[in-house]
């Protein structure tokens, strides 16, 4: 109890004096003064946890997943402000106990950093695993991708029996990990109008998790993911238990999937755009069916998703609609550029590079993202950020003219220009990696245009904009 009382003070100083949302300091503090009260916390939640894991992808299938769930009257604590270590998880459990210790909610929801992944499951024992994906990220933390999937076997070994893995099909790495699992339900795509022929340059697994050979890749999404086999015969991309059979991206508004598992076959339709979003919405509908509930009616409580923030994020800014799009790795950028550009018509951009820890240090990996694109479509770019130079290098480097570039100190003033930039009847579209979309985020709530990241966005209304939420 003391722990308990101890983090929820916490909580409330650092929201009251302004320091923070108090979505992880609390859970250090709780577990300084008990250890164990991530255990106990876990423990009472009678429908047991569900966890997230993967380098992209992760807050939005988990807030898809909260979403559907809600729908369906089952009461959740979630970590929804994507703090995705330990002490992030054991913050929102701290935060949702009442002062006496108990929690109303049945289930825990979280997503989680695939390092902290293993202790996680050793200590919230959760019933159901999803893994989106793996790609290259934040390669001072983590190491190669062999690493970051060592961690994630050894936590589905760790899971308690009866555990139930929900794994990207057709992402190698991860379908590798279904190997000895009793319990796998496996997701993808199968819309072979929309595979790429070849694997981009910065494509990560390319060989055969088990002899090592390179793999045959019939076509890729985007990335690595895509329809594979070993020329060998040794793997092979699994059944799909929950596919979708064709995918239509609608501008950057919405989506609709149909979507078959080996019961039934639906349409289903989403706020969210991207290849990368489609891949998270048959994850969370693949995780809700493992949790008994169909098909149709998950599909049914997606209409009215909300995206989590900064994920496709609206809002407007002095009148101008602009789109919210985080980008941490190359894989990941790579994807929001295309969907800016491809499927949002994107002209005016602002690009905000940290290297915090929380963002990863090294940012080499800028070099391996395709702002070549940004060369032909892009209009105007504003570039901020602590190493904004270095990305200026870069746009350089892909031939964006000097006199369509500006790079802008201060977070405040980086808005402005960029706002005044783009031209009437046009969207602003800001990509920002993790610590740079909060600073962001926080002169945006500042102003009064957004509310502070760790607002339960789920309760807010959806902003307005000019013809419509995507401000066409």
């Not at 109303?104 to 293993?118: H, K, N, R, T, V």
Request: hydrophobic residues 45%; charged residues 25%.
């Amino acid at each position: 109890m003391v722990a308990l009382w101890a983090g929820k003070l916490t909580a409330a100083a650092s929201r009251g004096l302004r320091r923070g949302g108090g979505t992880t300091l609390p859970g250090d503090v709780s577990r300084w003064l008990d250890e164990r009260i991530l255990v106990k916390l876990a423990a009472a939640l009678p429908d047991s946890s569900l966890v997230v894991a993967g380098t992209n992808g992760k807050t939005t299938t988990a807030a898809l997943l909260r979403h559907i769930l809600e729908t369906e009257g089952r009461t959740v604590v979630a970590n929804h402000t994507g703090a995705n270590l330990v002490f992030g998880v054991t913050a929102a459990l701290v935060d949702r106990a009442s002062w006496r210790g108990t929690l109303p909610a049945a289930m825990g929801l979280f997503e989680i950093d695939e390092a902290s992944l293993p202790r996680l499951v050793r200590e919230a024992a959760p019933a159901t695993i999803v893994v989106t994906n793996l790609f290259r990220d934040q390669l001072d933390r983590y190491g190669e991708l062999e690493t970051t999937a060592s961690h994630l076997r050894t936590a589905l070994t760790y899971g308690m029996e009866g555990v139930t893995a929900v794994l990207n099909a057709d992402d190698p790495m991860v379908a590798a990990l279904g190997d000895g699992l009793p319990r796998v339900r496996y997701a993808g795509l199968d819309d072979k109008t929309l595979l790429q022929p070849e694997l981009s340059h910065g494509a990560d697994a390319k060989l055969c998790p088990r002899c090592g050979s390179p793999l045959d890749f019939e076509g890729v999404y985007f990335g690595h993911v895509g329809r594979y086999s070993c020329p060998r015969g040794d793997f092979d991309r699994p059944r799909l238990d929950m596919r979708a059979t064709s995918v239509r991206l609608e501008g950057v508004d919405a989506m609709r999937l149909s979507v078959e598992d080996e019961r039934e076959e639906i349409e289903v339709r989403v706020p969210l755009s991207g290849l990368y979003n489609a891949y998270n919405v048959v994850l969370a509908l693949a995780a809700a069916g493992a949790l008994g509930i169909s098909l149709r009616r998950s599909a049914s409580a997606l209409a009215g998703f909300r995206p989590a923030f900064g994920r496709m994020e609206r809002v407007l800014i002095e009148a101008t609609p602009t789109v919210l799009l985080l980008g941490k790795n190359p894989t990941g950028f790579n994807e929001v550029l295309r969907t800016s550009v491809e499927f949002g018509g994107g002209r005016s951009f602002l690009l905000a590079l940290n290297d915090r820890i929380a963002d990863g240090q090294d940012v080499s990996w800028i070099w391996d993202v395709d702002f070549e694109i940004l060369a032909r479509a892009a209009a105007r770019i504003v570039v901020c950020g602590d190493r904004a130079l270095d990305l200026a290098l870069r746009l350089k480097y892909a031939q964006v003219d000097a006199g369509r570039m500006e790079v802008v100190k201060g977070w405040s003033a980086a808005l402005d220009r960029a706002v005044q930039g783009t031209a009437p009847g046009q969207t602003l579209f800001v990509l920002a990696t993790y610590t740079a979309m909060l600073e962001l985020r926080a002169v945006l709530a500042h102003k009064g245009s957004l509310q502070p990241y760790w607002v339960d966005r789920s309760a807010q209304p959806e902003p307005e904009t000019p013809g419509g939420p995507a401000g066409k």
